[in-house]
């Protein structure tokens, strides 16, 4: 009778996340289990201004990054020594504060002597959809597959054929849907950040009361917002003008769901035409609700958004996308900068 083999042994990376206003810290084991996620928001103190300040931002990562790294090792009851890899947003991002987040993994790769994996923040998004946070391990999203990656800075879908191969078919012409989101918000005297401000007010509207145009942009996979931003100013000044109560609820239901009907409309064509065996909706505005019903409602092929807690910015999905990359044999070198325009294809 032969001997049982050994148990494969774990790879833990740890994950460093400071792309924006967020400083993460990670680790996951075998690019799937979430060992501890820990996230320290600067929205509060953004708020003021109505949108991200850098230099505030890039000072508050330092501020708060090394206790949150220490944080993360602790709640996953791992030293440095046990962890395999150090993984790291390169960008895109903020400079500044990529800069902290990258300074602050090459010393500890220094300092410990453990492999630097730069990573792309929008795979990160791509890869929090492996992640299984509630100790259920679920089957993974099944190759072809359609992304739609959404968030405050990036509106794009790319097709993914395999792990860690990316084709992009369409991105934002100008404002991302986040922005356009924020915009929208000020318009309606609603707070930052606009996403979850206008979801809520929107809860309570009618998204038939105005008719909201739609950019289709037929023949490409292509988006924009600016025009339906514009709508909503034009409307806005036109009530102001008549001396008329502001309908917030109405123009918030109105503008999200002319911009969930564009997002799910274009992935699910692009999922047909390709084939796709699955779709992927990431980033920040895949929390929305409007959006997560929508698509799951209409979608022919099985959807994978990822649980709330790892939509917005976190390090576990850059923990995640480094482990795929560091098992097909990345490293990085200790000289290696920060990419602010980094595209993921």
């Known amino acids: 009778m032969s001997a049982a083999k050994p148990a494969p042994t774990p790879i833990r990376i740890l994950g460093i996340e400071s792309s924006c206003d967020e400083t993460a810290a990670a680790v996951v084991e075998d690019g799937r289990k979430l060992l501890s996620n820990v996230v320290a928001s600067q929205i509060e103190l953004h708020a003021r201004y109505g949108g991200v300040f850098p230099e505030v931002a890039s000072r508050q990562h330092i501020r708060t990054i090394y206790a949150v790294v220490q944080e993360a090792l602790q709640q996953a009851h791992l030293s440095l020594q046990e962890i395999d890899a150090i993984a790291v947003t390169r960008g895109p991002g903020l400079a500044g504060s990529l800069v902290v987040g990258m300074n602050t993994a090459k010393g500890l790769a220094l300092g410990s002597n453990l492999p630097l994996i730069g990573v792309n923040h929008l795979e990160g998004h791509v890869y929090s959809a492996w992640l299984h946070p509630d100790g259920e391990e679920s089957p993974p999203p099944e190759f072809p597959l359609i992304v739609l ?157 990822p649980p709330l807690s790892l939509c917005t910015d976190n390090a576990a999905m850059i923990a995640t996308a480094g482990y795929y990359r560091f098992i097909h044999g990345q490293t990085d070198p200790l000289d290696l900068d920060v990419l602010p325009t980094w595209p993921l294809s």
């Open 149 to 305: 990656l959404v968030s405050g800075g990036h509106t794009e879908l790319n097709l993914v054929e395999g792990h860690l191969h990316y084709q992009r078919l369409g991105a934002t012409l100008d404002d991302a849907a986040g922005e356009a989101f924020d915009k929208v918000a000020r318009l309606l005297g609603l707070p930052y950040p606009g996403g979850p401000s206008i979801q809520k007010a929107a809860a309570g509207g009618n998204p038939n009361a105005f008719h909201m145009p739609r950019a289709r942009l037929e023949g490409t996979w292509n988006f924009s917002f600016s025009g339906l931003k514009t709508a909503v100013l034009r409307t806005v000044r036109e009530i102001e003008d008549q001396k008329r109560p502001l309908p917030v609820a109405d123009l918030a239901a109105s503008f999200q769901e002319a911009v969930v009907d564009v997002l799910v409309s274009k992935t699910i064509a692009a999922a047909e035409q390709f084939q796709a065996k699955s779709i992927l909706v990431a980033g920040g505005v895949s929390a929305n609700k409007e959006l997560r019903d929508t698509i799951l409602a209409r979608s022919p092929v099985p959807v994978f958004i």
